[in-house]
Each structure stands twice: as structure tokens, then as C-alpha cells.
């Protein structure tokens, strides 16, 4: 059988990026006065959610308490994952250059751009 395209979704098909991600969120809380340690397990329960959604479950309330901390979460979470990016799986890379070269490969996720592009820089 022959495909057209082959198309995965990136966050934990391609890469984890929760343990950053989770020290962004920390630091934001930081940033806030609010000593509350974000840990990756917390993200993985909201994954796939909209933002405003995950901070809500992750502390309820959170936003109305401290309007800023929406920013101070986006501001660390770019910052970290530019740098560090997130844990690209075994094979990952590989798989996607062989399957390129018989047919077309997308990944579809709903991220932000920013996002997308750290994921390019740290998988070349």
C-alpha cells in the first residue's frame, strides 16, 4: 500500500518537552510571589488543553489572583525551550528522513509558531 503522506502530531509523538516547560511554569509562578513547583506530571494531565485551561487546573483561580502571571509563564516557557528544547525520541529524527524520502511528511500540532521553530532548530 502506498500513502500520499505520513503526518504526526508533535508533543510526545517527536519530542518531550514537559520538564522544561514545567521549569517555566515554576518560574512564572516564582515571578508571581507564588512558591509553587510545577512539575512535568502536572503538565502531562492538562496536555492538549488551551492555556488558560491548564493554568486553571493546575491552580484554580490563579489567573484572577495574579493577572501577570499568564505573561511570566509565556515569557520563561519561550526562553527555555528556545534554549533547551525538549527530549527528542530515539529514532524520531531517523524515521522522519527515511519516511521524507518515499513520501511527504507533515506534523501537525497546536502550538504556537515560536514553538514549531525551536522544535526545527533542535532536531537538525
Not at 502506498?2 to 512564572?28: H, N
Not at 524520502?101 to 525551536?118: G, H, K, M, P, R
Amino acid at each position: 500500500m502506498k500513502y500520499d503522506a505520513v503526518i504526526f502530531d508533535l508533543d510526545g509523538t517527536l519530542w518531550d518537552a514537559l520538564e522544561v516547560s514545567a521549569e517555566a511554569w515554576t518560574k512564572g509562578f516564582k515571578d508571581n510571589i507564588i512558591q509553587k513547583t510545577v512539575t512535568a506530571d502536572d503538565l502531562r494531565s492538562v496536555v492538549g488543553k488551551p492555556f488558560i485551561e491548564c493554568l486553571e487546573r493546575i491552580s484554580p483561580d490563579i489567573a484572577k489572583v495574579c493577572p501577570g502571571i499568564i505573561e511570566s509563564i509565556d515569557y520563561h516557557e519561550k526562553r527555555v525551550i528556545d534554549e533547551f528544547g525538549g527530549k527528542i525520541y530515539d529514532g524520531a529524527a531517523e524515521i522522519i528522513s527515511e519516511l521524507s524520502a518515499v513520501t511527504q511528511v507533515f506534523i501537525v500540532s497546536n502550538c504556537d509558531d515560536w514553538y514549531l521553530e525551536a522544535f526545527f532548530r533542535h532536531s537538525e
